[in-house]
């Protein structure tokens, strides 16, 4: 079998994952990307979604991320998120009361000339955890 490659992934307040993994994959602006040990370094700037890895012992796990910077090396992926959450760290309840608070924000900026893009980005980081949260796997 492959070496696995080191994956972090930290946000400004901590480190959420500080791993080896067998595989990466990750929402990439210019398309999502997988990335194996080995691989030609790249830089790219990443997408809010979800980052997919396959652990040392082959589960697979996802990751919530805001958007941010990946920097691939051959031996190490490292992601720098915004905000990131494991999978199971999503507060489901949290995120769907996010959702209808921007919901809420987002008909009165078409009223009121409030920030439309910043309440339609915390509508959307909420409408991913949900669907992390509620996807099957770890
Ligand atoms: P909220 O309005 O609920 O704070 P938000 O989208 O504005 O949501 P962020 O600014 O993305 O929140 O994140 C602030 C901090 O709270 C980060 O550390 C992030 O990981 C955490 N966080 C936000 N929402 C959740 C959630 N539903 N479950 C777990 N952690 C969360």
New binding site residues.
């Given amino acids: 079998m492959a070496e696995n490659i080191r994956l972090e992934i930290v ?1 400004p ?2 480190s959420v994952v500080s791993e080896d993994v067998q595989i990466v994959v990750g929402p990439g602006t210019l398309g999502e990307f997988g990335i194996l040990r080995g691989h030609t370094p790249f830089l790219t700037t990443l997408n809010m979604g979800t980052v997919r890895y396959k652990d040392a012992g082959g589960a697979e796990r996802q990751i919530f991320i ?1 958007g941010g910077f990946a920097e691939a090396l051959p031996d190490k992926v490292t992601i720098l998120a ?4 494991r999978r199971r ?7 769907r ?2 959702l209808a ?2 919901q809420k924000r987002l008909e009165e900026a078409q009223k009121e000339k409030l920030d439309y893009a910043r309440a339609k ?2 509508l959307d ?2 409408l991913h ?1 949900i669907k992390v ?1 509620s996807s099957k796997g770890q």
């Fill in positions: 946000t307040d901590k805001s915004e905000s990131a959450e760290d999503i507060d489901i309840d949290r995120a009361s996010a608070r921007a980005a915390a980081r909420a955890r949260a």
